[in-house]
């Protein structure tokens, strides 16, 4: 297998990291995929950065020894805590998702943006970052909803639960004006049609996703390393949980890689 064959590395603490690899797959549609689940340690969201960082070294360095070409940090709790140790790292091209902030704030008529995250991602230096530069004739409100990644990860996309923590979330933003929201957790995407129903049609959501394939494209063009064939790529999915529990998740999605195994990764630290 040549260089341009290689596969591409992309990861997430659970499942949510797959609305990124879907849109991968449609842009680059040749290119192979590991993907990588962290089941045995979802969700991040609550887990301090050093315990994130270890995590995505883990997974970083099993995938890079698996012959990965590139890595996709799919998860913008861990391109919070870890992105720029693995740049630090790692030589291959790194494309790490983060809340779309900017697009919003050009998007936005109301001039309020809504920001869905885990609590680590609106606490996060990278969000500050993000709210400063692009804050200045937006106001944008970040809220945190814990509760929504472990829904997504049940399965519970539609279920009455989920639809109230939506609202209790989502409602009060849109009471101050907000007319955009920026999903930034990837397992978000999943209750974009709950988030609809609680909403109503005119808002509009903003998944990043398809930006971070368009990223990876443009990187892999630059490196000469796009695939060189036109057969269609694999998916391959691994989870450091239970690869049974893995495989259940993503036929409810009606999803079916090429194979769903499990990944022994180094032993965490207890601290959380």
Same mark, same amino acid.
């Given at each position: 297998?040549s260089?341009?064959?290689?596969p591409?590395?992309v990861f /997430?603490s659970?499942i949510?990291?797959? #609305? %990124?690899?879907s ?8 290119? #192979? =995929?590991?993907? %990588?689940? /962290?089941s045995?340690?979802?969700p991040?969201g /609550?887990?301090?950065p050093?315990?994130?960082t ?5 997974i970083a360095?099993w995938?890079?020894a698996?012959?990965?070409k ?6 913008? &709790?861990?391109t919070s805590?870890?992105?720029g140790?693995?740049r630090r790292?790692y030589?291959?091209p ?6 779309a %902030?900017k697009?919003?704030?050009? =998007? ?7 920001v869905l995250? &885990?609590r ?5 230096e990278?969000?500050?970052r993000?709210r400063d530069a ?7 409100l ?14 519970a996309l539609?279920?009455?639960? #989920?639809r109230?923590?939506?609202a209790d979330?989502a409602l009060?933003?849109?009471?101050r004006g907000?007319?955009t929201?920026?999903l930034?957790? #990837?397992?978000?995407p999943?209750?974009?049609d709950?988030l609809?129903?609680?909403?109503g049609?005119?808002v509009?959501i903003?998944?990043?996703a398809?930006?971070?394939?368009r990223?990876?494209r443009?990187r892999l063009?630059?490196?000469?390393a796009l695939?060189?064939?036109?057969a269609?790529?694999q998916t391959?999915?691994? &989870?450091s949980g239970d ?7 993503l036929r &409810? =999605?009606?999803?079916t890689?090429a194979? %769903? ?6 032993a965490h630290?207890?601290?959380?």
């Amino acid at each position: 297998m040549s260089d341009r064959d290689a596969p591409i590395g992309v990861f /997430d603490s659970g499942i949510g990291g797959w #609305t %990124v690899l879907s849109e991968i797959r449609r842009e680059l549609p040749a290119e #192979t =995929l590991l993907y %990588v689940a /962290d089941s045995a340690c979802a969700p991040y969201g /609550d887990r301090t950065p050093a315990f994130i960082t270890e995590r995505a070294l883990a997974i970083a360095g099993w995938l890079v020894a698996a012959g990965a070409k590139a890595l996709v940090v799919a998860c913008n &709790t861990a391109t919070s805590a870890a992105v720029g140790e693995l740049r630090r790292r790692y030589s291959l091209p790194i494309v790490a998702i983060e809340p779309a %902030v900017k697009p919003a704030a050009l =998007l936005t008529q109301s001039g309020v943006v809504a920001v869905l995250a &885990t609590r680590r991602t609106v606490e996060s230096e990278n969000f500050s970052r993000l709210r400063d530069a692009h804050g200045g004739e937006v106001t944008i409100l970040a809220q945190a909803c814990p509760g929504l990644v472990e829904q997504v990860e049940a399965g519970a996309l539609d279920s009455p639960e #989920t639809r109230q923590l939506l609202a209790d979330y989502a409602l009060p933003l849109q009471a101050r004006g907000a007319d955009t929201f920026v999903l930034a957790c #990837t397992h978000y995407p999943f209750l974009i049609d709950s988030l609809r129903a609680v909403l109503g049609p005119a808002v509009n959501i903003i998944d990043p996703a398809p930006a971070v394939a368009r990223e990876l494209r443009r990187r892999l063009a630059a490196a000469e390393a796009l695939a060189s064939g036109p057969a269609l790529g694999q998916t391959l999915a691994y &989870t450091s949980g239970d690869p049974q529990r893995l495989a259940a998740q993503l036929r &409810t =999605l009606n999803e079916t890689p090429a194979m %769903v195994a499990g990944l022994t990764l180094p032993a965490h630290s207890a601290s959380a």
